[in-house]
């Protein structure tokens, strides 16, 4: 339904051109949501305002269902009220003078050629059935709360039928508990439509809820493309590691023997084949790590060690502790563990849970 290739898009700064898309490339299949994650500034938005036709981009081609809109070497610009989209912003963009039902009619209102006034009415009641407003189709749009107004938006993008749908981190601007519940019904009505949806987020829990293929973006490309599963649990490098949620990352090197080992001397468990002498990271989720009781054995994934801090968070409990060597890890337990600070206790690493990342090359005098 969508793909995006090659797509290129700079800006005019007081320092000269800056490259914000360098060569983004992503295809999304007919009814499947994917997101675009990453931080402000990773060019994410404006990938999407070059699918929109908001912004031109200066190379690349984009084309929705077998219709190339966008392709600046072949002279291809289709403007943006002639795409078939719908699009949510994060402002909402709710016409403060106009009730409900005139706020998702407008675009059918602006349609040409025109869109008789029986089909306009019939269009906007299925749009506001759809996302539950149809009984606030006259309710002034000043006494609307934050999600009636995201649901409003999502009418107003539904109306005109689009075949493709794009939200601009819609979410937002909701308060966490409504963010929660909006994205849940966000996620069934998109799943029950069966529409193809580009979603903009820096919020992993909303790209992890609402896609079935996402791509995190850092300095205008794509790092890294997959099932949110596949990113979460083997990420292609430090940036995804972390910005998916914490991460403990701990250098190690390969042993002769072809044994992983941490600092201290402890050892972690299999290597996975590399080689000896091997400098790698590993990556390890803090809900990975499981604390035991301090043992005095040493044994592969066993690691010694000592609390430095507990925080507790409703439901689970996160742990800071120090091992030898100086390295410290977070763990998360459930809530009812007795762990306090300045316990002795052993940390449980399980090897195959862990992520294995090459060492990033030290420059000359740098220490690891």
């Known amino acids: 339904m969508l793909k995006v290739e090659g797509l290129r898009k700079s800006f005019e700064t007081p320092e000269g051109r800056a490259m914000v898309i360098d060569g983004v490339d992503f295809t999304v299949p007919e009814g499947r949501c994917y997101a675009l994650l990453g931080p402000s500034g990773c060019g994410k938005t404006t990938t999407l305002r070059c699918v929109a036709g908001l912004e031109q981009a200066d190379e690349g081609r984009i084309a929705i269902g077998d219709v190339v809109v966008s392709d600046p070497g072949a002279g291809i ?20 003078h106009l009730d409900v039902f005139d706020n998702v009619a407008y675009p059918l209102t602006v349609e040409r050629p025109r869109v008789a006034k029986a089909e306009i009415r019939d269009r906007t009641m299925a749009a506001l059935a759809l996302v539950g407003m149809a009984d606030a189709a006259r309710r002034p749009a000043t006494r609307l709360s934050g999600g009636q107004q ?6 107003r993008a539904m109306v005109r039928r689009p075949r493709l749908l794009l939200l601009d981190e819609p979410l937002s601007n909701l308060d966490a508990r409504l963010r ?3 994205r849940h019904e966000l996620s069934e009505m998109i799943a029950r439509i069966g529409i193809t949806a580009l979603y903009v987020t820096h919020d ?12 995190v973006m850092e300095r205008g490309r794509i ?3 997959g099932a949110p599963r596949e990113l979460y649990a083997r990420p292609a490098g430090p940036f995804v590691a972390t910005f998916l949620g914490a991460a403990n990352i701990l250098p190690a090197f390969v042993t002769a023997d072809g044994t992983l080992e941490l600092g201290g001397g402890h050892r972690l468990g299999p290597a996975g084949g590399h080689l000896p002498g091997t400098r790698l990271d590993v990556v390890v989720r803090p809900e990975d790590v499981a604390i035991r009781p301090a043992m005095a054995q040493d044994q592969p994934g066993l690691l010694p060690g000592v609390v430095r801090s507990v925080i507790y968070l409703g439901s689970l409990q996160e742990c800071t502790v120090e091992i030898d060597g100086g390295t410290t890890l977070r763990a998360m337990v459930h809530p009812a563990a007795a762990v306090t ?10 090897p195959g849970r862990c992520t294995l990342l090459p ?6 005098g740098e220490a690891r």
Request: hydrophobic fraction near 60%; charged fraction near 15%.
């Open 223 to 225: 790092v890294q493309e």
């Open 180 to 182: 929660e519940v909006m």
């Open 359 to 364: 060492a990033p090359v030290l420059k000359t």
């Open 341 to 350: 600070a300045g316990n002795a206790v052993a940390l449980l690493i399980d």
């Open 77 to 96: 610009f289709v403007p943006v009220h002639r795409r078939p989209i719908g699009m949510v912003f994060q402002s909402y963009a709710i016409w403060p």
């Open 150 to 155: 995201q649901r409003v938006a999502l009418a």
């Open 204 to 215: 992993q829990a909303e790209a992890f809820a609402l896609a079935d293929r996402m791509a």
